[in-house]
C-alpha cells in the first residue's frame, strides 16, 4: 500500500514562505506523478502543483499558485517538496499531497489521484 506522509505546514503572515515535503513510501514512480492539492472551508478542492519524478522537467501549476510556488522532487528520497512564497491569506487551506498515474489527473487537476496524504493546514494571516 502506497503512503504519502507530508510535513511542513504551519501559520505565517502575509508575504512569507513555508515549504511542504510528501515522502512516499512503497511505489513505483515510473508513471506516477506526484503532487499538491489544497481545500478551504466552503470551497472546491484545487489543483496546486505537480511533477512527473521520472523527468522533473515536467512540472504543472494551478493558475492561481503560478509565479509564487515551485514543487521540486529528490527520486532518491521519493520526497516532493513545495515552495510557497508570496503566501496571501487566500493560501489558507488544508493541503494534501497526491500521487496517481499522470495520464489521469495533470495537467488540468480535473480527476482524483489514487493515493492521498492525511493533509496539512496552511494558515496565512493579513
Known amino acids: 500500500q502506497v503512503q504519502l506522509v507530508e510535513s511542513g505546514g504551519g501559520s505565517v503572515q502575509a508575504g512569507g514562505s513555508l515549504r511542504l515535503s510528501c515522502a512516499a513510501s512503497?511505489?513505483?514512480?515510473?508513471?506516477?506523478?506526484m503532487g499538491w492539492f489544497r481545500q478551504a472551508p466552503g470551497k472546491e478542492r484545487e489543483g496546486v502543483a505537480a511533477?512527473?519524478?521520472?523527468?522533473?522537467?515536467?512540472?504543472y501549476y494551478g493558475d492561481s499558485v503560478k509565479g509564487r510556488f515551485t514543487i521540486s522532487s529528490d527520486n532518491a528520497k521519493k520526497t516532493v517538496y513545495l515552495q510557497m512564497n508570496s503566501l496571501k491569506p487566500e493560501d489558507t487551506a488544508m493541503y494534501y499531497c497526491?500521487?496517481?498515474?499522470?495520464?489521469?489527473?495533470?495537467?488540468?487537476?480535473?480527476?482524483?489521484?489514487?493515493?492521498w496524504g492525511q493533509g496539512t493546514q496552511v494558515t496565512v494571516s493579513s
Open positions: 511533477v512527473y519524478p521520472a523527468d522533473s522537467s515536467r512540472i
Open positions: 512503497r511505489y513505483s514512480h515510473a508513471s506516477n506523478c
Open positions: 497526491a500521487l496517481g498515474l499522470c495520464g489521469g489527473w495533470v495537467p488540468n487537476f480535473q480527476e482524483t489521484p489514487h493515493y
